[in-house]
């Protein structure tokens, strides 16, 4: 099983910036992409970032520009930096690996619980 912890979410002015990382451990064996999807109230999950094996990214058109992911391959880490807030972008973030354990040949999807992320105007 793969293990994803969300951290770094909090409250924010609009216009401000928060940066949210996520690790994922257990018994990994690789980790192909990575992203982060985020969730507002009475609203479908929506993906924010993701970032591939190479560092190939991409963004939601709401967020790009304004948003920026990476990972570490060496530490099995996803960052998004998020800056020039905006309250529409309130929202339970959630951290996603596409990853094969050491036990299996199967690429699977993990999820984290999520972290919340409030901008206020």
């Known amino acids: 099983q793969v293990q994803l912890v969300e951290s770094g979410g909090g409250l924010v002015q609009a216009g401000g910036s928060l940066r949210v990382s996520c690790a994922a451990s257990g018994s990994i064996f690789s980790i192909n992409a990575m992203g982060w999807y985020r969730q507002a109230p009475g609203k479908q999950r929506e993906l924010v970032a993701s970032i591939n094996s190479v560092g190939r990214t991409n963004y939601a058109d709401s967020v790009k520009g304004r948003f920026t992911i990476s990972r570490d391959n060496a530490k099995n880490t996803v960052a998004l930096q998020m800056n020039s807030l905006k309250p529409e972008d309130t929202a339970v973030y959630y951290c996603?690996?596409?990853?094969?354990?050491?036990?299996?040949?199967?690429?699977?999807?993990?999820w984290g619980r999520g972290t919340q992320v409030t901008v206020s105007s």
């Open positions: 996603n690996a596409a990853a094969v354990l050491t036990t299996a040949l199967k690429l699977n999807d993990y």
